[in-house]
């Protein structure tokens, strides 16, 4: 039984994981059961998490058998909690792009936000446009996540741009993506364009450029503060690690 829900989660696509996750979470407090780990979304403890990711980016221990959060997910949920108004202010305008949907139904239930979402395709999002071009007036929201995106888009100067003029000054907003951190320069190259050589050289089979050290510049460069977070700094490193949340996860806070 261990075995097939571990095949489950490694087989089949994230997105349709969570809509399955009403089933994870009937079996994962039995096959999961211990206190090794823990999730600080659904505040529940593990024997251990799953691992997760294709060939090129495997990771043991990171997936979440109940709600199915990653480290990066984990490492935003406790920025949110212990360094945001995000649970807190009251009326505050988010526009959540691209939303995981391990925090979707949890901010849309939020009674403080008024909380948007947009994305290209997605059924689940509010709203759908193209980050090139979003149309909506400058000035909007107080609140704007948008992480895992831009590795994926033909400009992403320009998207950022875009963000930063929806963003009402003094918001602020989290911005992920991969990094190698063993590149300086972003890694761009529109001669490779099947799947397979872009996931060779970009760890995923969709993305279009890998970001190196010079991320933080280039959301400058759109107009963004940017403040680059290490919350294993303030943090225990027993209950960091109990997390499972790695030292090199940064957080990528944008303000404007
Ligand atoms: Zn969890």
């Given at each position: 039984m261990k075995k097939f829900y571990k095949w489950l989660l490694n087989t089949l696509p994230r997105p349709i994981l969570i809509r399955l996750s009403y089933v994870f979470r009937l079996f994962a407090p039995l096959l999961y059961k211990g206190n090794k780990v823990e999730c600080p979304v659904c505040e529940k403890s593990f024997s251990k998490f799953l691992s997760y990711g294709s060939d090129i980016a495997h990771r043991e221990n990171?997936?979440?058998?109940?709600?199915?959060?990653l480290e990066r997910h984990r490492a935003m949920w406790l920025y949110l909690k212990n360094k945001s108004n995000f649970f807190t202010k009251d009326d505050l305008t988010v526009m959540h792009i691209a939303p995981e949907q391990c925090f979707h139904k949890k901010f849309k239930n939020q009674k403080n936000l008024k909380y948007t979402t947009g994305d290209l395709l997605s059924p689940i999002a509010d709203l759908h446009f193209d980050l090139h071009e979003i149309p909506l007036e400058d000035n909007q929201y107080e609140v704007i996540f948008c992480n895992h995106v831009m590795e994926h888009v033909k400009d992403d100067l320009q998207c950022m741009k875009e963000l930063y003029r929806i963003m009402k000054p003094g918001g602020w907003g989290i911005m992920q993506v991969p990094i190698d951190a063993s590149r300086n320069e972003t890694y761009e190259d529109w001669s490779i364009t099947t799947p397979e050589e872009r996931e060779k050289h970009f760890w995923q089979y969709d993305h279009v450029r890998l970001y190196g050290l010079n991320y933080p510049k280039r959301l400058e460069e759109a107009g963004f503060k940017v403040d680059v977070v290490d919350l294993s700094e303030e943090m225990p490193a027993e209950q960091f690690e109990r997390y499972r949340?790695?030292?090199?996860?940064l957080l990528y806070v944008v303000r404007k």
């Open positions: 990171v997936l979440c058998p109940y709600d199915l959060t949340i790695p030292k090199s996860e």
